[in-house]
């Protein structure tokens, strides 16, 4: 089945690294999603990953895929108070017809504190 | 200038009724999509349309009718408003398509409330 888990709070202080986690279900997802979404806003896509990739870097951004144990991580360096917001988890799984589609998480709700 | 724009912002009706939302891309994209979000903030896709045809369409009661009268545009409208229908409706977009990896771009969201 198709389905996306995320723990659904993180609090950390201005300054710490923050780690979300994200497992998946789907091993055919070939990208793996993080999108970023702020109050009363829609979700804007802040990374993506490449099935066949470990890691990847976007400056404050860092990217983990375990993909034999299908778990995404999102670690967030320098974590400051405007990353206060909720991180969507999603894969890109197959659709009947070829088609793509995205599954989200539910979404962790990050508080980034003084 | 914004990318992906729905209207209203926000919509209160009574139950019954029925109500369109509206959504419009500027970004030249072949596919666009209806996503429903609920008050626990889970986000579940509702429909996909790739250069106006119907592509996706998931376990929605027939009460929701999506239109497509070009590329551009992706309407909503839903007849027989009821309390359930009461979420928070995000219109997006994506540049590659159904077949590769989808980068979505959403607009900022309808709050609807079914009263």
């Known amino acids: 089945g198709e389905d996306v888990e995320q723990s659904l709070f993180l609090s950390v202080r201005e300054g710490d690294s923050s780690v979300i986690n994200c497992t998946y279900t789907?091993?055919?997802?070939?990208?793996l999603y993080w999108y970023k979404q702020e109050p009363g806003a829609g979700l804007q896509l802040l990374t993506y990953?490449?099935?066949?990739?470990d890691m990847k870097q976007d400056q404050r951004l860092t990217v983990l895929l375990n993909k034999k144990d299908k778990h995404l991580s999102l670690r967030i360096a320098d974590t400051q108070t405007g990353d206060s917001a909720i991180y969507f988890c999603?894969?890109?799984?197959?659709?009947?017809?070829?088609?793509?589609?995205?599954?989200f998480g539910a979404g962790t709700r990050l508080a980034v504190h003084p | 200038d914004t990318a992906v724009s729905q209207t209203p912002k926000y919509l209160v009706t009574q139950m019954g009724n029925d109500k369109s939302i509206k959504c419009e891309q500027n970004?030249?994209?072949?596919?666009m999509y209806w996503y429903k979000q609920d008050s626990k903030k889970f986000l579940k896709i509702m429909f996909s349309?790739?250069?106006?045809?119907?592509?996706i369409n998931e376990t929605v009661p027939n009460r929701f009718s999506p239109k497509s009268p070009d590329k551009a545009h992706l309407n909503l409208h839903i007849n027989s408003l009821e309390l359930g229908d009461s979420a928070v409706y995000f219109c997006?977009?994506?540049?590659?398509?159904?077949?590769?990896?989808?980068?979505?771009?959403f607009g900022s969201g309808t709050q609807l409330s079914v009263l």
């Open positions: 997006a977009s994506s540049q590659d398509g159904p077949l590769r990896g989808e980068k979505l771009f």
């Open positions: 789907d091993s055919s997802s070939t990208y």
């Open positions: 990953i490449f099935s066949n990739m």
């Open positions: 999603a894969e890109g799984a197959m659709f009947s017809g070829g088609y793509n589609k995205l599954i």
């Open positions: 970004l030249g994209h072949d596919t």
């Open positions: 349309y790739n250069n106006k045809e119907l592509i």
